[in-house]
Every structure is written in C-alpha cells, then in structure tokens.
C-alpha cells in the first residue's frame, strides 16, 4: 500500500503514460492484493485491468460451495452480480476526463455462464474490475486515483468479496438452482427427454430486446398437459413435475399469437442455466441442443447439403457446396447439415424463421414442379430419417401446414399459452385427410461429411497485427473481417462473442487448427481445452488473464468459424 502511495505521488500530474509504470505489479493491501494486469495507454482508450484478490480465510466463502464445476461456476456468477451491484452503488461519479473514474466488471445476463471475470477456489478468490485510471486532460490526476485505488475498491473488496457480507438465503438459493439445472438436464437423455418444462415456468420476456419475464400478472404460468407429465428429481427441492418431451419429432402446433416460438425460445436457451426469478429457471434441454433457422446471404464453404439440395441451377455442386450468399433454403439447409456434422442431438425450428420452401412442399406444388425441377427435399421428408438413422430429435413450431401430422411422434398445440397434447387427434385428422403428397427423401439420409479447415484461411492479422474485437454479441472483428453472428441465436452474452474470437485465434496458434482436424474435431478439443485448463487459457495474452470472457458452446464456435468469409476446407471423404 505504502508503495502504491509512493507511485501515486511521485506520478501525480506527470503524462498519463506514467501510470504504465504500475503494469504487472501488485500491491499488498490489508486483507487483498491489488494487481495491474494491465494500464491503459490514455484516458480514452480501453480501460485499464485490475484484478483484487482475496485469499479464502479473509472471504470465507464455504468450500462446498465452490467445488465441484457446477457450483463453481454458479458461486463465481453469484459473486460477480454481486460486485457488479456493490460498484454501482459505490460508484462517486467521474472523475476527470475520457473513462477517468470508471469501475466496471463483466455484465451478467439471465444466463450463467462460466467466465473469467472471478475466479474462486480454496486459496483465494479473484475479480477482475476494468477501470479508468483518473486524469484531468492527459495529466495524471493522482488524488482521484488514491480515491479510488483506496477507497473505492476496497470499499467494492469489503462488500462484494466477503461472505460475511452475502445473504446466506439468496446465495445458497442461488447456488442449489444451477445445480438442479444442470442435474435436471443431464438426466434428460437417460430418460429418453429432449427437453423438460417445470410447472408454473415464466416463459414470455418483457420485450425482443429485454430477457427478463414478463411480470407474474400479465404472464400464463406454464402447465403440463396430463399426459406428458412427468415428475423429475433434482439434488435440492425434491421432486419438480412439468411437460417432458419425449425424443423423436415434436411438432409445436396453434393459433397466431399463442406461444408457440416462446416455448421455442425457451427451449433454444434450455441448454444453460438461468437465475433464480428468472422464469426459465426449470426449464432445460440437450446440451447439444442446436436452433437452426434460414439465413440468406451467410457464406457457406465447403458443406455436403445434399441430403437437402440437388440439381441446382448451372449444374452447381451441392456435394460440396459454397456460396458467398447462400439463399433462403440452401443457408437452412447449410445451418442444419453444421449442427449435424458437429454432433449435435437435438434441432429446434420455428416456422417464423424458417424458409417455407425447405420445410414443406405439398401435393398440388408436387403436381405443378415435377421433383426433377425442385432442387429442395423438403425437411418433412428428411426428419424422420435424422431421428431413425441417427438419432437427432427435432422439434418444430409449424402452425401453417398439417403435412407435418404424418412425420410427427408428438403434436403439442398452444393455446391461450398453454400447451395441449393433441398427438391422437392430429392423427386421426391425418388418416381421415390423407394429403396425396409423394415421399420425397429417398431411402436414407444421405452423407454427412466431415469438413477439415485450413489454417492459413483464418487469419487473424490485420496489416501486421493481430487484430479481433467483437462488437456486441452478433459480430467479430477477425483480421480484416468481420464475422456477423446476429443469427446464431444461442449466443447469449457479448463475452462469448470476445470469447469465439479469441478462442479461434488459440485454436490457430496452438495448431489445433492445423490442416488435418476436422471441424468437428477442433471444437471438441477446444471444449477439452476449456474443461481441463480453465477459461484464462484461451487468453491471448499469454498469462495476464482477460476479465470479460465467457464460454461458448463447440456449437457457437463452429458457427463462427463457418461464417469467415475467407475460409476454406477440405471435405474428408
Ligand atoms: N405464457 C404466456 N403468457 C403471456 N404472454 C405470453 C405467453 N407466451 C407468450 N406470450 C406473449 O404472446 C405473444 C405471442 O407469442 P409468440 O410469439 O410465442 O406467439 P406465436 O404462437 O409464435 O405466434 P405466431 O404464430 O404469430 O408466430 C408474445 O408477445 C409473447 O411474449
Ligand atoms: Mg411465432
């Protein structure tokens, strides 16, 4: 501390770039360390890191509750919405010029994801705050940096990073959530569930552009037609009864406006863990649980579509197929064969997003476009052998055509928000209104064929620097491109975005992009990598860990490697 007050004043109103003279050192305060990772070059450059780090016997945060991955994850996410509120309110305002003053941590959404911005186990526990380092002009203000390098900080250490200070209630509750979460949905497969709602689920948000529930007055509870209810155990509140949907294909049928893409929705973010309150806090499904969606105009590179798309115009290859903008039914059909080729278990399609020439076809169009002069089997005629042949589930929001009645296992309709299983009724409309359409798909699927990228199409320079930032959660800045994610929609969280970025720039240098792995091999090493070594591995800048990192899926991963511009692949046959 002595120290750090010595530097203080002996910087005070010097250039601002003599505050790099703090970059890697660390200062020993009463009951933490104060550690500058990194100083920003001005007052209005990206903000500067400094980490506080708090050995366990000052915190004291129970062991059980930070062992073990799941509640690690969930105690870390605990204490960063924690110190995220504590700097609010500690927050004195600006304090000179450009981001002077500012104290922030890594936002959290309704998600909880694993991230970088605190670190907890037996010896210690870590946050990561971006600050502004105070000046007035381009001078060091160096009394407003002893405010809050002395008072603001350790003011935030006190009551963000000591469990004396937590509500035991709220934490534990929030602690044993995530765990039921993650306990719920790795019981899904074994059960023969893709996905489980709980009763009295919140499903619909405040808005397109606010993820929080709509409020308790204005929202239908959700509720479990009788016979899909099942009863899941989970290790804290005992016994949770909802609607389990069972594998195969579900169709998600009803009338405009009555719920059906915010089950959907729902069911797209079920592969994480949502806060306590949040209203999707029971609601899971399959962790390879992937939502595809048309996407005209994406690039495609290299992708077998063939089970989907053949005879294209001017003999274009569709075995190996590559478009700089992909239309409508060729970028769903490209988006599908993807998720396929990395694993995945379970699709998820809504309608509203969904090109209508890829999903149906009936028989008076059968009538008037021969099937010689359609390049497009529909995806009614190709969803049945996914699930037979290799095992993907699906699940569909189709509330325009009836056609689907034939392929589905399960018909849920909505209604007034609820969900009814109409699975005998549907049928018997199906074998009393037969639809005269002839099967499409063949005899069996078709190839899924692996793709292997090369290394030197993924470049992450930019002249002669490595230059990746993401911008929001829908884009990266990659070298000189810019990869747009806008409709990956299982990204939730800007700090996945930076994550993708910089997770694929790791990939490069550490040559698990390396001209031999196929994509599908790349991510699952990725995911290895970030199970066995932690999410700081994926930093580039060597040790000196980044606060604002979050984990995406192989999947999301894969989508952004899919959607650089200038990547080429090899198709492994
Ligand atoms: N359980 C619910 N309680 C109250 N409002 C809900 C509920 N579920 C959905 N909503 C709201 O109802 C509206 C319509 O929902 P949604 O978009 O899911 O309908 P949809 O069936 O997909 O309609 P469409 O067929 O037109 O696509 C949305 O504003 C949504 O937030
Ligand atoms: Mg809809």
Not at 291 to 305: L, M, P, S
Not at 428 to 455: D, M, Q, Y
Not at 563 to 570: A, D, G, S, Y
């Amino acid at each position: 501390m002595k120290k750090l007050e010595r530097i203080l004043s002996r910087i005070d109103g010097k250039s601002y770039k003599a505050y790099k003279d703090l970059q890697g050192q660390t200062f020993h305060f009463e009951d933490f360390d104060m550690i500058f990772s990194y100083i920003q070059g001005d007052p209005f450059a990206s903000p500067s890191m400094i980490s506080v780090k708090i050995p366990s016997g000052n915190a004291r945060f129970p062991r059980e509750s930070f062992e073990g991955k799941v509640r690690n994850r969930a105690t870390a996410d605990h204490i960063n919405r924690t110190m995220d509120r504590m700097i609010g309110r500690s927050r004195k305002g600006k304090k000179g010029s450009g981001k002077s003053g500012m104290i922030v941590i890594d936002t959290c959404g309704q998600e909880i994801l694993q991230k970088s911005s605190v670190v907890i186990n037996g010896d210690f526990v870590e946050a990561r705050l971006y600050v502004g380092l105070p000046a007035f002009g381009r001078k060091i203000a160096g009394k407003k940096a002893w405010e809050m390098l002395f008072r603001d900080i350790p003011a935030i250490v006190e009551q963000g990073l000591k469990f004396s200070n937590y509500n035991a209630k709220d934490f534990w509750k929030h602690v044993h959530s995530v765990e039921d979460q993650a306990f719920m949905r790795e019981s899904l497969s074994s059960r023969g569930l893709v996905a489980f709602i709980a009763d009295g689920s919140i499903l619909p948000r405040i808005s397109g552009v606010n993820q929080r529930p709509l409020c308790s007055s204005e929202a239908v509870a959700f509720r479990s037609p009788p016979s899909l209810c099942i009863e899941m155990e989970t290790p804290n509140v005992g016994t949770v009864s909802g609607m389990g949907i069972p594998e195969g294909i579900t169709l998600i049928a009803g009338g405009g406006y009555h719920g059906k893409s915010t089950l959907l929705r729902a069911l797209e973010r079920g592969v994480y863990d949502h806060i306590p309150g949040d209203g999707r806090e029971r609601v899971v499904s399959l962790p390879k649980a992937v939502k595809i969606r048309a996407e005209d105009g994406r690039r495609v590179e290299g992708v077998n579509i063939s089970p989907f798309i053949n005879n294209l115009p001017l003999g274009k290859d569709t075995v190996h197929f590559c478009s700089d903008e992909a239309s409508g039914s060729t970028s769903q059909a490209a988006n599908i064969m993807e998720a396929v080729e990395i694993g995945s278990d379970l699709l998820l399609l809504d309608e509203d997003t969904s090109a209508t020439n890829f999903m149906i076809r009936d028989t008076r169009m059968q009538r008037l476009v021969a099937k010689e002069r359609e390049p497009i089997t529909p995806f009614v005629d190709k969803v049945r052998q996914l699930y037979n042949e290799k095992g993907i589930s699906t699940v569909i929001v189709m509330g325009g055509s009836g056609d689907y009645f034939d392929v589905a296992d399960n018909i849920i309709m909505m209604d007034d928000f609820l969900p009814l299983d109409v699975t005998c009724e549907a049928r018997k409309i199906a074998s009393e209104n037969l639809t005269g359409r002839s099967k499409e798909g063949g005899g069996s699927f078709g190839e899924i064929t692996p793709r292997v990228p090369l290394p030197e199409s993924i470049d992450p320079e930019k002249g002669r620097k490595v230059k990746i930032k993401a911008r929001g959660n829908e884009n990266i800045q990659f070298g000189y491109e810019s990869i747009k994610l806008g409709y990956v929609e299982q990204i939730v969280h800007d700090s996945q975005t930076r994550a993708i970025g910089d997770i694929i720039y790791y990939a490069l240098r550490n040559k698990i992009i390396d001209e031999k792995n196929t994509l599908s091999e790349i991510v699952w090493k990725l995911e290895d990598v970030l199970d066995n070594y932690g999410i700081d591995e994926i930093s580039p800048f060597g040790n000196n860990p980044v606060g604002n990192h979050a984990r995406p899926r192989p999947f999301e991963i894969a989508a952004a490697i899919n959607r650089l511009r200038t990547l080429e692949v090899e198709q492994k046959v």
